[in-house]
């Protein structure tokens, strides 16, 4: 049982990494296909997900230590078995004559043979109940196509990292797993009692969604950031000149590219949406500057200006205080005043009268 345990906990400890990486090309995907982003079924698709995730751990984890004698130990042990419904065989011989229910339920055996059955249950359950698929014997064929990757992994020695394999490659459980992920299917079909999770058609939606604006921001700022560190950083030592680099490379993404592809930097294209004047007309470089200039540039400055006095009087905190507080504002005002107002309009889209809506809809946003 220690091995399951080590499983879900290594699942845990990576799951929320990789939810978050994947956070925003999931959105990127739902907004394209459907509009928006739904909670119930963006819910049930990450639990797909670690149960996935689970399940692929436990069947090569623990992962042993590659010593000099790792093949010689495994040698004649780690056989596979092409033989179907050993268990069956398995299970007598280990209750030794003593047929009952109690010792066959009991036996090592039966416990193994059982979980290969539970383990691709979630799968069938999932294949109908999120995935939408309506045919058994596509749902049966998926699952069984699933066993035999968890076998070929195991077969194959991980893919070759390992010199010979140590876990067994077994026809049983391509049958267990099979069997498991038909009666998971079957119990989906009585789930009228969840939540909803179809695929719902495109909203009625007029205005740019909370979401899709974070999304966009964390994909610029996104950019943004690794622009800096790995090529901007690199190429001098001089704080002054770096810090103009830097305002020079924020000037040209948010404000020239705003302006070549009239209100599009790349993260609002990925998510549909674009900035526009509140009159209609064409945005302007005036507006551009207005907008994102003061409430971009200002609060770098402010954290460049203040690094530096940081760095040649450490011992004083207040700078450093001061610069937090100014963030806080900053915070609020471009951040959380957006869930403030109906319009969702932060001091950045008031300060330059602009407003944010959806690419290809007209009069969105007003």
């Not at 495994?74 to 229910?101: M, W, Y």
């Not at 969840?194 to 921001?217: C, E, G, H, Y």
């Not at 205080?321 to 309009?345: C, E, N, P, S």
Request: with cysteine; glycine share 6%; hydrophobic share 50%.
């Amino acid at each position: 049982m220690s091995q399951y345990f080590e499983a879900i906990r290594t699942s845990i400890l990576y799951f929320p990494l990789i939810a978050v990486l994947s956070f925003v090309p999931y959105a990127y995907f739902q907004y394209r296909k459907v509009g928006y982003v739904q909670f119930n079924r963006s819910l049930v698709f990450y639990i797909f997900a670690f149960y996935a995730m689970t399940a692929f751990f436990l069947t090569i984890l623990p992962l042993p230590e590659i010593t000099e004698d790792f093949c010689a130990r495994r040698a004649g042990k780690v056989i596979p078995s092409f033989f179907p419904f050993r268990f069956v065989k398995d299970t007598f011989r280990e209750v030794q004559g003593n047929i009952s229910l109690f010792s066959i339920v009991k036996s090592n055996a039966f416990m193994v043979t059982a979980f290969n059955v539970l383990l691709l249950m979630p799968l069938g359950f999932f294949l109908r109940y999120l995935f939408q698929i309506r045919y058994v014997a596509i749902a049966t064929f998926i699952g069984l196509l699933s066993s035999l990757f968890f076998e070929v992994t195991q077969l194959t020695a991980l893919y070759g990292l390992y010199p010979c394999r140590y876990r067994h490659f077994e026809v049983d459980d391509l049958i267990t797993n099979t069997f498991g992920c038909f009666i998971g299917f079957v119990i989906a079909r009585y789930s009228d009692l969840l939540p909803n999770v179809s695929r719902k058609p495109l909203l009625n939606q007029s205005d740019v969604t909370l979401t899709q604006r974070f999304l966009a921001i964390f994909v610029d700022s996104l950019l943004v950031i690794l622009f800096t560190s790995y090529i901007i950083e690199g190429i001098s030592t001089n704080i002054w000149l770096l810090s103009l680099m830097k305002v020079g490379l924020i000037f040209f993404y948010f404000i020239l590219v705003s302006k070549l592809t009239n209100g599009q930097t790349f993260g609002k294209k990925l998510l549909g949406i674009r900035i526009i004047r509140m009159d209609g007309l064409r945005l302007t470089y005036r507006d551009l500057i207005a907008r994102y200039g003061i409430f971009l540039i200002l609060p770098f400055l402010v954290g460049e200006i203040s690094r530096f006095l940081i760095d040649t009087r450490f011992d004083d905190k207040l700078y450093l205080f001061l610069y937090l507080l100014f963030l806080a504002i900053w915070f609020f005002g471009t951040v959380m005043v957006t869930f403030i107002r109906k319009d969702h309009r932060g001091w950045l889209d008031r300060f330059a009268h602009t407003t944010q809506v959806l690419v290809n809809r007209n009069n969105a946003g007003y």
